[in-house]
């Protein structure tokens, strides 16, 4: 579903996560928001699988103490345990996110500085903290965490919102805690940095980023070394000074620890790789979203991936029958981009190259679909959940611990209702680090059976006009949603109050008394998308837009005008 508002109407919510603190609901891993009365859980009669191409079926898998303790056919089951019948269902190691902002909350950021000197600015001002963690960032509220759990995923590798060097990453446990502490799995886990720079300073432009980044890290290696030769024997050195900035390089020039950049296109992990080579330290290449000729490069620098599960929207060609040859070619030109995309993940595998899969700046509600896009477009079922499990656990260095459903790993997976990547298969079960979420599943539709649609009392219900209203902390902003009928389909027009042009609305779905859709706009070059869900109550609607990239969401409310 997608709904297409213009920018202009939305281009403050990009101010929003800045300027205000989400809210967040602290689940528990049973609807009684009690403890669960035992630790101990059995899974019988499921089709196991415990790997990629490794398939047990009408096993038992018991995860007991927050560790998988047992898996097989013979198997006793503890007498504490709850037992769960996976007749007809699917178990699979828990997915893991390989690069991601889930958990974590945009902080203010800094305010330009009085008398600010452009060619030497603050470091917090320029982005440069990489002596900063995420965990600092992280809120045990945020919903992207039950909204990634719900969808299988029990591991993310969340990184820090910033600029140049926000800070160090840490491996997060998707589970509801009262403290963020209790979430983390591995805390100093990485060296984030992006080719973002400060506004109106230095440094500002790639250029200046890539330069300040040698400086940084050639400085660090003298200080290090510096610093070490002092340990081993200080007479007659100077005593080395403390710079925390520098000392968070350390790790990385001992590579112990690797630096992830975000690399939204082929340039960028050019760039990325460039610097790997000019300096040395171990790459990864995160978000990758354009990778098609990169296969040599990447295997030249020895960069591990993890590829964007952000996939551009299928162009439409046009309906003008007598649109020219230049049109024509140009639609063509935009469909063979259209399929590259969907066919790099193919590409990369195809070239020997391992990879998992970043979800940042992609909507929980089009993630499974991007998936299934995917696999249809070359990459098999077994490879991609591979990238989601053990290839993501091997490049983030925890395959020791998880990955594979295997006796003595951590009790993280996810229990499915058919295999995950049929399209009518649901989650219903997810474990983790041992803790049981149970979701409500559908019944799925027959063969032949028509997808839901908009019923006739339903369509006369949300036909016509709406007054919104989106609540932010910037205020409120008003307009019309207009509902017509055209044919079997709801059309809908958005008009803003502010007299900028009208909108088309699209793919509106209305079920069940429940309004849904989703819309996009450009955030600077990056599409941002926003996912309203709300209930229409007569002739009111309540609903809330929420932000999965900035992990935040406001009300949005409308109320049915009378009929002139």
Do not use: C
């Amino acid at each position: 579903m997608k709904l297409q508002l213009r920018k202009s109407i939305f281009r403050l919510v990009l101010l929003l996560p800045i300027l205000f603190h989400s809210i967040g609901v602290n689940a528990q891993s049973d609807p009684t928001g009690k403890s669960a009365a035992t630790q101990t859980y059995a899974i019988t009669n499921a089709t196991i699988v415990q790997a990629p191409g490794k398939v047990m079926e009408a096993g038992t898998i018991v995860i007991k103490n927050g560790l998988i303790s047992t898996v097989g056919k013979n198997v006793t089951i503890p007498d504490d345990a709850e037992v769960i019948d996976g007749t007809d269902m699917f178990v699979y190691p828990g997915f893991i996110d390989g690069m991601s902002y889930t958990a974590a909350k945009r902080p203010e950021p800094m305010a330009r500085p009085d008398n600010l000197f452009t060619p030497n600015p603050p470091n917090d001002y320029a982005g440069i903290t990489p002596e900063h963690t995420v965990i600092s960032q992280v809120d045990i509220g945020e919903k992207s965490i039950s909204a990634m759990r719900k969808l299988g995923f029990t591991i993310s590798h969340t990184v820090p919102y910033g600029r140049m060097l926000p800070g160090s990453g840490a491996l997060l446990l998707l589970s509801d805690k009262d403290h963020a502490d209790k979430l983390i799995l591995a805390e100093d886990a990485s060296m984030y940095t992006q080719f973002t720079g400060a506004p109106g300073s230095y440094p500002g432009n790639t250029l200046g980023i890539m330069a300040k980044w040698r400086t940084l890290y050639r400085n660090a290696t003298y200080t290090k070394q510096h610093a070490e030769m002092y340990a081993k024997d200080p007479a007659g050195l100077e005593r080395p000074t403390q710079d925390r900035v520098l000392g968070a390089f350390y790790p990385v020039i001992a590579k112990e620890k690797s630096v992830f950049y975000r690399t939204p296109s082929a340039l960028h992990a050019r760039r990325a790789m460039r610097m790997q080579n000019d300096l040395g330290f171990n790459l990864v290449l995160g978000n990758l979203e354009e990778s098609w000729d990169l296969a040599d490069a990447i295997k030249q620098h020895d960069a591990k991936v993890f590829m964007s599960i952000n996939l551009p929207k299928e162009p439409k060609d046009s309906d003008d029958e007598e649109k020219t040859e230049e049109v024509a070619q140009l639609e063509a030109r935009r469909m063979d981009f259209y399929n590259m995309y969907l066919t790099q993940y193919a590409g990369l595998n195809d070239a020997g190259i391992k990879f998992g899969f970043s979800s940042m700046g992609t909507s929980a509600s089009k993630l499974k679909n991007n998936l299934k896009l995917i696999i249809d477009n070359g990459l098999s079922e077994e490879d991609a959940l591979a990238a989601l499990t053990i290839d993501a656990a091997e490049l983030l260095g925890i395959d020791d611990i998880t990955g594979t459903l295997d006796v003595g790993k951590l009790g993280n997976a996810v229990i499915t209702t058919g295999p995950y990547f049929e399209k009518k298969s649901q989650v219903k079960y997810v474990f983790v680090d041992g803790d049981k979420y149970e979701y409500e599943t559908k019944e799925p539709k027959k063969d032949g059976e028509a997808e839901e649609e908009i019923s006739e009392e339903g369509m006369a219900q949300i036909l016509g006009s709406w007054s919104f209203v989106f609540t932010t902390p910037q205020g409120e902003q008003t307009g019309k949603m207009i509902f017509e009928n055209e044919g079997d389909e709801v059309i809908g027009i958005l008009q803003n109050d502010d007299g900028t042009p009208d909108q088309d609305m699209n793919n509106i779905s209305f079920v069940n008394g429940s309004l849904s859709f989703d819309f996009s706009f450009d955030g600077g070059g990056q599409s941002i998308e926003v996912v309203v869900v709300g209930d229409v109550t007569g002739t009111d609607f309540d609903g809330e837009a929420s932000i999965a990239v900035f992990n935040v969401s406001f009300p949005l409310t409308a109320t049915k005008d009378s009929p002139e």
